[in-house]
């Protein structure tokens, strides 16, 4: 699940660029500043790339469960 928005958050990063360069407006207010934006976008896929590698290493490292008994002797 994380992997896929890592993977938007990049693919994504190009047109917030074109935005930014080519000054386009979103709902008649002025594109965010380039300084401003590529940073957050950054932490963004940082956050991202943390959670989808600590989320895969937490389910690798999980201990195995052992099936619950019935207290019943065999």
């Known amino acids: 699940m994380y992997e896929t928005l890592l993977l938007m958050l990049v693919l994504l990063l190009p047109a917030n660029i074109h935005v930014a ?3 386009i407006p979103l709902a008649g207010q002025a594109a965010t500043p380039l300084w401003f934006r590529i940073p957050e ?3 963004y896929i940082g956050v991202a790339l943390f959670a989808a590698l600590g ?3 937490t389910i690798r490292s ?9 207290g019943a002797p065999e």
Do not use: G, I, K
């Open 62 to 70: 999980a201990p195995r469960t052992v099936p619950l008994t019935t």
């Open 55 to 57: 989320s895969a290493s």
């Open 41 to 43: 976008q950054l932490v």
């Open 21 to 23: 360069v080519d000054n």
